[in-house]
């Protein structure tokens, strides 16, 4: 039934004859190379480029220029050789042995129960409401297919670099790499001459000068650059650091800057400093409309957010909405609530006070002026304010001392006439009379010579700069107790006044400029001197450096350290050269600087002088009013002591009613006879010990209630 299976398999064989004849043959014998060739580890021919000679009996070392041919020989040229056929052995029989066969296990039999479950219903997944809720999506817009263009590879001429090139490349190095501002200012100057490259200097000179703390020059030179560069890229990146550099800009600069700003379409919504810039500047223009949109942008978080809330609420007030004005101002003292020296929070308190007084608020006002810090200079315009909302508020014991603690040695320096008007208004009306008179004849006694001196000083001195050198003569001695006439108190309050102090601080501020420019030319000349010993430290490292290079084949590491030393020497060397002409090329930038800015600060100085002489025209007119008033209190004050004589006598009784007090915590309020000092953190705190002994009787003649 079965028979044998045969299978003939032929297995190749490699037998050793096969192998006997070669694959390949030589058809061109090779050269080995010449003897004199060096070769590295790694068999790579090398070839020494600082080699030796002997010269009058000593060895030099020197470079080779022209390297020469190396001989490297010739390798041996083979080709396939001719193969004889193989000799395979005979092939063998395969004898198959029978398989024995077993017979298959019987088939498994499963007997599976029924399935009898019954199915229930089918449960409804979704309804027609719910397809109606589906929101329709649109079908998108057909895409195209893109279409290609064949690239269009072309030469295009590279112009090679020229000396100005780089000149240019030099200062931007030591610009922006090595931060060296005064050799990076030499060399921009040197350009500035180059038509090809002189939008790029005055760029780059103006960021060199602002990294200097030259803010005028660095305004003059980028401001310069927006308007001449035809050239849009730097048109927009100049108009880019005006913006961010914002802050040492002047305001009324936003009137070139927002147009280009609007041109290149520049995001400027995150930048707070130029947001608040732009509401100052459209807030002086009347354009409230812009004023708001400036605004917005200021967020909660940002360190601006304080004085976009002062802005916002003078807008506000503009338009007539003094409670958002208020609720804006509340804002502004819980924010500032961190930092009550602050020059804001004090201007924000009192011009929240001056709202409130407004609205007849007089509680709130008296808070808010409290508020003011009391070394800021309006510090003391805010206590006497304060005392007449005390005096509308029925305080009359809260006003009347709060103003003698002004009159106090303590505050014998300050110029406050209308304090004592204050005080006097406060005994009038708590029918102190005599202490009311005087109030008045002190008053008189001090203020009544000033008038004269006053009036002299304004007589002799026609034109305003004459009010400047007197503050500044002042300032220059402050020891001294008179001035051109003028009492030292009188100056300290003149000075004071922040019409006068904003333009003294740009004053300052090119004050200082100037001794930043007339250092460049010393630090110039110190870099210089530098130089010199860095070269000679040089020259010594590389006279050690060439010592090290001994015999035909000196070490990699003392070829390294000559060619250190010559890099070296051969830097210092530059920078010399270009700091020596730097102090020539910055000289006539210095002194073109110099005059620029002597002459806006001759400017400044005309409105500081103005800002005095009307501060003294003010202030003259204030104290010719309360003394003008001097007659009329008397009067009231000898008025209301007769009446309230004869109504003693005729058996009157003291008016016992109570009367709101305007004052602060009750652990902090003070009565007293005064007989030591005034502590300066008490100022405001204080109230008189008099009661008021008014009639009853409010018809009497003098005595109605205020």
């Known amino acids: 039934m079965y028979k044998p299976l045969q299978i003939l398999i032929t297995i190749p064989l490699l037998c050793g004859t096969a192998l006997a004849d070669p694959a390949l043959k030589v058809t061109k014998s090779g050269r080995a190379p010449a003897s004199s060739l060096k070769v590295k580890t790694s068999l790579v021919p090398t070839f020494d480029v600082y080699q030796k000679k002997v010269v009058k009996g000593k060895v030099e070392v020197f470079k080779v220029k022209n390297i020469p041919v190396l001989d490297l020989g010739e390798e041996r040229q083979v080709e396939a ?31 599976v129960a029924p399935y009898n479950v019954t199915v229930e219903g089918s449960k409804t997944l979704t309804s027609a409401e719910a397809f109606k809720k589906i929101p329709d999506v649109k079908i998108l817009n057909p895409v195209m297919d893109p279409t290609t263009k064949d690239p269009l590879v072309q030469l295009v001429k590279m112009d090679d670099m020229k000396p100005n090139d780089y000149k240019l490349l030099q200062a931007l190095i030591f610009l922006e790499i090595q931060k060296n501002y005064e050799l990076a200012m030499g ?44 050239n849009k890229d730097w048109q927009q990146k100049a108009t880019e650091a005006l913006v961010q550099h914002i802050t040492v800009l002047e305001t009324s600069d936003i009137a070139l800057i927002d147009p280009l700003v609007m041109k290149y379409e520049m995001d400027v919504t995150k930048n707070d400093d130029y947001q608040l810039t732009r509401a100052k500047y459209y807030s002086e223009k009347g354009q409230l409309g812009l004023m708001e949109d400036a605004l917005i942008f200021i967020s909660e978080t940002s360190p601006r957010y304080p004085d976009a809330l002062l802005l916002t609420a003078l807008f506000n007030y503009r338009q007539g909405k003094v409670d958002d004005a208020v609720i804006q101002l509340e804002k502004l003292m819980k924010v500032t609530e961190n930092n009550k020296t602050s020059q804001l929070r004090s201007v924000g308190a009192l011009t929240l006070a001056r709202m409130q007084f407004q609205k007849s608020e007089y509680k709130e006002a ?8 009391k070394s800021n200079p309006l510090w003391l315009q805010a206590m006497v304010e304060s005392a007449w909302t005390q005096i509308l508020g029925e305080d009359y014991e809260g006003a009347a001392g709060n103003m003698f603690s002004l009159h106090t040695d303590f505050f014998k320096n300050a110029f406050a006439p209308e304090s004592y008007v204050v005080r006097t208004v406060g005994y009038l009306n708590l029918c102190q009379y005599g202490d009311g008179v005087q109030v008045l004849n002190e008053m008189n006694k001090k203020y009544a010579p000033w008038k004269k001196k006053l009036e002299d000083y304004q007589k002799s001195n026609k034109t305003s700069l004459n009010y400047y050198d007197t503050v500044k003569n002042w300032i220059k001695n402050s020891d001294l107790k008179e001035v051109d006439g003028l009492p030292r108190s009188f100056i300290v309050e003149l000075a004071r006044h922040p019409a006068y102090m904003s333009v003294q601080k740009q004053i300052n501020n090119y004050e200082d400029e100037v001794v930043r420019f007339n250092k460049i030319a010393l630090t110039l000349v110190k870099k210089e001197r530098e130089l010199i010993a860095k070269q000679n430290e040089a020259n010594k490292q590389l006279v050690d450096a060439k010592k090290g290079i001994k015999g035909d084949s000196p070490s990699e590491s003392a070829i390294a350290s000559v060619q250190l030393a010559e890099k070296k020497l051969l830097s210092y060397r530059i920078q010399y050269h270009i700091a020596k002409k730097a102090r020539t090329s910055i000289k006539n930038l210095r002194e073109k600087g110099l005059a620029r800015i002597e002459k806006e600060k001759t400017v400044l100085r005309a409105q500081a002088s103005q800002a005095l002489q009307g501060r003294f025209t003010e202030m003259l007119a204030s104290l010719n009013k309360v003394l003008d008033q001097n007659e009329v209190l008397q009067y009231e004050l000898y008025s209301g002591a007769g009446e309230h004589i004869r109504y003693q006598m005729a058996g009157g009784e003291v008016n016992e009613k109570d009367r709101p007090e305007l004052k602060v915590q009750k652990e902090k309020s003070l009565n007293w006879k005064f007989k030591g000092e005034i502590w300066e953190d008490e100022v405001g705190h204080y109230r008189s010990s008099l009661k008021n002994v008014c009639p009853q009787d409010s018809n009497v003649a003098g005595l109605s209630e205020q």
């Open 187 to 230: 060399l921009f100057a040197e350009l500035m001459d180059d038509p090809e490259h002189r939008i790029e200097s005055l760029y780059h000179y103006a960021m060199t000068a602002k990294g200097m703390g030259l803010n005028s020059e660095f305004r003059q030179y980028m401001i310069q650059v927006a308007q001449e560069a035809k």
């Open 81 to 111: 050789a001719d193969m004889s056929p193989l000799r395979l052995p005979a092939s063998r029989e395969v004898v198959v042995k029978e398989t024995r066969r077993r017979e298959s296990p019987p088939v498994l039999q499963f007997q």
């Open 366 to 373: 008296f808070q808010s002026y409290l508020k003011v810090d």
